[in-house]
């Protein structure tokens, strides 16, 4: 999507390691987020940063951590991944204009399978 | 507690047919309302959104929905389905004004079109 990106796209990892996900923006935007996508459960939002070294918890932020430290970027990590874990993950900014759409742009999704 | 329901989790359609995807919502407020198609392997894109004003809105692609404050509803609609509208359809809600302003999703509905 324009503006956000994603990386890597794919990853498959061995349970126990570390990994991180990284989502780039070139629009400025205060607002980036973290969700997850499950089957069954839509988008459930893991969490999210309204400016650089400013985040929060969602409702599944256990198992992860995030960091920002430039407005661009936000970094998702799994401090041990886990089976439960693999998911495809993705990041979003929020434009809050309401001369746009006042709502989200997703980025194209990080698919991970931890075995 | 915040929810969003979506009913369906999977629709077959006739191409051609008229469609109507549901969505419900549990919230203490007037929330934004939101929906959202994921094609396969891809990432989500607006189709459309309710703030206030007219309760029936029109998006991108021939879709339309409804708000009805009543039943605490926003149900999407399209009136002639075509084949390129099998996706996923994601109804999510925000809270006017919410810290962080977060979307909460539904589990989504899987739309299947039949030639």
């Known amino acids: 999507d324009a503006g956000i990106t994603q990386s890597p796209r794919h990853k498959v990892t061995e349970t126990g390691t570390p990994v991180t996900l990284r989502c780039h923006q070139t629009?400025?935007?205060?607002?980036m987020y973290w969700y997850r996508q499950d089957p069954g459960h839509g988008l459930r939002l893991i969490h999210y940063?309204?400016?650089?070294?400013?985040?929060d918890k969602g409702e599944v932020s256990d198992g992860y951590s995030v960091s920002r430290s430039k407005t661009e970027d936000f970094l998702l990590t799994l401090e041990s991944a886990t089976s439960s874990q693999t998911s495809v993950y993705f990041c979003?900014?929020?434009?809050?204009?309401?001369?746009?759409?006042?709502?989200?742009?997703f980025g194209s999704g990080t698919r991970l399978t931890v075995v | 507690a915040q929810s969003v329901t979506q009913p369906d989790i999977h629709i077959t359609v006739s191409e051609g047919a008229s469609l109507e995807l549901r969505c419900n919502y549990s919230y203490g407020a007037t929330p934004y309302l939101f929906w959202y198609v994921q094609s396969p392997g891809q990432g989500l894109q607006l189709l459309l959104k309710y703030f206030s004003g007219d309760t029936l809105v029109q998006g991108i692609k021939g879709f339309e929905a409804e708000f009805k404050r009543s039943q605490s509803s926003f149900n999407l609609r399209r009136p002639c389905v075509h084949w390129s509208d099998a996706a996923e359809y994601f109804c999510a809600v925000g809270l006017i004004k919410a810290a962080g302003n977060k979307l909460t999703f539904g589990g989504g509905t899987r739309v299947l079109v039949k030639p």
């Open positions: 940063s309204y400016g650089v070294k400013d985040t």
């Open positions: 979003a900014i929020r434009d809050p204009s309401q001369r746009t759409n006042y709502g989200y742009t």
């Open positions: 629009e400025n935007h205060r607002y």
